[in-house]
């Protein structure tokens, strides 16, 4: 593996780190990657948008001395590719197993001209820092398209984590339940932007019993108000062949404006 520092962007901070052995650097931390069962997930390619370059020149005459060489122009990175297959696509990880933790992982992927993923930006969590996590070690320096000389582009790809264990319906939030706040709000699901978020262990009665802070901001006084809020909150329990049951969710945050 190459030992040549990767830029990366979460919470809009961007840094470098090498990858090595398995281990994943954050923010000048080394993290070691969950280990993983080899439950497959299916990720969604969704549309790019490449970066505008002007067209390589055409020949424009017969005469060999007026020819043009095209062969050294970069070339627009308009080629589809399967992220399951040029990437080594992770498992669902073993600790997530006992919570049946879901969700979209969605990232901008900033592919070089060479086809390799140079960068990316984690731009929506699943709702997890641990599938989050998973999605990013698997696809950093990643080869998606053949080596060549291509004009750099940007693709945004899902990855789609669903752990089977049968449920007729998840856990759901009623936000009505959650005790209100003048600095935060509970985002929409199709709202843009990582902001903050929690992880909630939801009880058969659809009670709070913990929440764990996944993805915080730089202000200590918002991360410790999400908290409160997803604490406050209550939920209609999951349900199993028409029994309720222990469940695993998220609730993101964004600040008020």
């Not at 520092?5 to 990657?33: A, D, E, H, Q, Y």
Request: glycine share 6%.
């Amino acid at each position: 593996m190459s030992t040549k520092p990767k830029t990366f962007v979460v919470m809009n901070r961007r840094f470098k780190c090498i990858l090595s052995n398995g281990f994943l650097c954050l923010s000048g931390i080394v993290m070691p990657i969950a280990p993983v069962l080899a439950q497959q997930i299916v990720p969604t390619l969704l549309a790019s948008n490449s970066i505008s370059a002007a067209p390589a020149a055409s020949i424009t005459s017969d005469s060999s001395a007026n020819i043009i060489n095209t062969a050294d122009q970069p070339k627009k990175n308009d080629v589809t590719f399967d992220i399951t297959q040029a990437c080594n696509v992770p498992p669902y990880p073993k600790p997530a197993i006992p919570f049946g933790l879901h969700g979209d992982t969605t990232l901008k992927l900033m592919i070089d001209k060479n086809g390799k993923i140079d960068a990316f930006e984690l731009l929506q969590s699943s709702g997890w820092k641990m599938l989050d996590m998973t999605a990013m070690k698997a696809i950093a320096g990643c080869q998606v398209i053949p080596p060549g000389n291509w004009i750099p582009s940007e693709r945004l790809i899902r990855y789609k984590w669903e752990f089977g264990t049968g449920y007729v319906s998840p856990a759901k939030l009623d936000e009505a339940s959650c005790k209100p706040s003048e600095k935060l709000r509970i985002a929409e699901d199709k709202e843009p932007g990582l902001g903050i978020v929690v992880g909630i262990y939801v009880s058969s009665s659809g009670k709070v019993v913990e929440s764990k802070l996944q993805w915080g901001s730089d202000n200590e006084e918002l991360n410790n108000e999400s908290l409160r809020i997803a604490k406050s909150c209550e939920f209609t329990p999951a349900e199993n062949s028409g029994k309720r049951i222990f469940n695993a969710e998220s609730i993101r945050f964004l600040p008020r404006t």
